[in-house]
């Protein structure tokens, strides 16, 4: 399946992630989720092994008819410390303007500033801050549409193009 998520989806998901949890008494469920982010070290170490000899991917997809890396995705969204932490302040789109422009697209730093997740970041972003031209085109745009086309098709007879429109 593809799309957005079913609320059963969701619900067996939570369901399998947390009888996982559960089931292997970890601590910093997140972490599971997060592993590749941490440092090198023992707790690393014992969530990979532990990732890879119980299947945690498999039993984090079970009766969920999606792939093992989407369900995987969904679960780090949901399980996000800084997932539902609301609107962004003014405040806060004026530092991501400014912060965009420093960082370039590292959404996961950004966010961590900001206090939101990186993928807050990015939705606020493409919503506040990269607004594109809108509107009806003036003469002038009209003018270098029509010349552009013309140059790029090496003629001036490009009246049936655009006929009607």
Known sequence: MKGYWQHAEVEQLEKNFNAFVKEHNVTNPYDLLKHKALKKGPRKSYLMNLIRR????????????????CCYVKARTMYHPLHHKGRMSDE???KLKVLQNEYGNKWTMIGEKLDHSGWACVSSYRSHCSKKNQGIWSKEEEIQLVQAIKDELETEDIEDLFYGL
């Open 92 to 94: 806060n789109i004026k």
């Open 54 to 69: 119980e299947n945690f991917y498999i039993k984090l997809a079970f009766g969920i008819r999606r792939t093992l890396y």
